[in-house]
C-alpha cells in the first residue's frame, strides 16, 4: 500500500509540474497584454475553482484570529511571487523564467529559520548557497539592464514564492485547510490587481480569453495537483519530481517559441536540479 501511494504521490507531482509550466505557456502566447491583466485573469480562474471546492465540502470556512495575519502575508507574498513570474515569462525563456522560480524550496529553507524558528543545517546551508551559485549562470549578471533586470524579477519571484510556501505551511500546521488558504489568496490576488486591470485594460481577442482561461485552469490543476500530492506520500520522498516543471517548460518553449536555452542555462539547470537531487537522496536516508 505505502509502495502504490507513493506512485500515486508521484503521478500527482508530475501532473501539477505539467499544470504549472502549461499555466506560463499560456501566459506568454496570451500575448503583449499587461502583466497585472494576465495576474488577474489567472486568479480569477482559481478562485472560482477554490469557491466550487469549498462549497462542496459543505463546510463553512472560518479563520481563527491567530491565522490572520499568517494568511494575509501568504496572500501578499504569493501575489508578488505570482505577477514577478508573469513578468519574468514574459521577457525570457519560458524555462529560464521556471527554473528561477524553483529556488523556492531553497529561500524557503532561509525563511523558515525567521518565520518558522527552524535551524538548518550545515548541509542545507551548503546546498543553498551552491543553488544560487547555480542560479547566476541563468541571471548572467553581463551588465546588460534589460537582460539581467527580468531575471533578477524572476528570482524575487522565486524569493516570494519560497516566502509564500513557509506561510503555507505555518498555516496547514495549524488546521488551515488549503481550499481556504487558495481562496483567500486568489480573492487577494484578484482585488490587487483589479485597479490596475481597470486604469490599463487592453482588449482581447478570443483567442487571448481561451488562452488566459486555460493559464486559469492550468494553475488551478497545478496547485489542487501538488496538494493531492503532498497527502499520498511526504514531501522528502516526491518533491524532486516538481522539477520536472522546468523540462515540461523547456519543451514547450523549444515546440511553440523555438527556444533553445543557452550553454550557462544548461549548466545552472543542472547544478540547481543536481542539488536538489542530492537533498532529496538524503531526505530519504533521513
Known amino acids: 500500500m505505502k509502495n502504490n501511494d507513493k506512485i ?10 505539467l499544470g504549472f509550466s502549461l499555466m506560463t505557456f499560456f ?14 485573469f489567472r486568479n480569477f480562474v482559481a478562485l ?32 508578488a511571487g505570482l505577477i514577478a513570474n508573469f513578468y519574468a515569462v514574459d521577457r525570457l525563456g519560458i524555462a529560464d523564467a521556471n527554473m528561477l522560480n524553483k529556488l523556492s524550496p531553497f529561500f524557503a529553507i532561509i525563511l523558515s529559520i525567521f518565520i ?5 543545517n550545515s548541509f542545507d546551508i551548503l546546498t543553498t548557497i551552491i543553488a544560487f551559485i547555480g542560479a547566476l549562470f541563468i541571471i548572467r549578471p553581463t551588465g546588460a539592464f534589460s537582460s539581467v533586470f527580468p531575471a533578477l524579477i524572476g528570482l524575487f519571484g522565486g524569493f516570494s514564492a519560497g516566502t509564500a510556501y513557509v506561510f503555507v505551511r505555518k498555516l496547514t ?6 481550499p481556504v488558504i487558495v481562496f483567500v489568496f486568489s480573492l487577494f490576488s484578484c482585488l490587487v490587481t483589479l485597479p490596475f486591470l481597470i486604469a490599463e485594460y487592453t482588449p482581447m481577442n478570443i483567442k487571448q480569453w481561451i488562452f488566459l482561461i486555460l493559464a486559469g485552469v492550468s494553475a488551478s490543476l497545478g496547485q489542487f495537483s501538488i496538494t493531492t500530492a503532498y497527502k499520498y506520500a511526504p514531501a522528502k520522498e516526491i518533491s524532486v519530481f516538481d522539477y520536472t516543471q522546468v523540462i515540461f517548460a523547456a519543451i ?21 536540479i543536481g542539488i536538489a537531487i542530492i537533498r532529496w537522496h538524503r531526505n530519504l536516508k533521513a
Open 8 to 17: 500515486k504521490g508521484i503521478i500527482f507531482i508530475l501532473l501539477a509540474a
Open 27 to 40: 501566459v506568454r502566447i496570451s500575448g503583449e497584454l499587461p502583466t497585472m491583466q494576465k495576474a488577474f
Open 48 to 79: 472560482f475553482v477554490a469557491s466550487v471546492a469549498i462549497v462542496k465540502s459543505k463546510k463553512m470556512p472560518a479563520i481563527g484570529k491567530g491565522n490572520r495575519l499568517d494568511i494575509l502575508l501568504r496572500s501578499a507574498f504569493g501575489t
Open 116 to 120: 518558522l524558528k527552524e535551524i538548518p
Open 173 to 178: 500546521k495549524k488546521g488551515v485547510q488549503t
Open 252 to 272: 514547450l518553449g523549444f515546440i511553440f517559441f523555438g527556444e533553445i536555452p543557452v550553454a550557462y542555462s544548461f549548466i545552472g539547470y543542472g547544478i540547481i
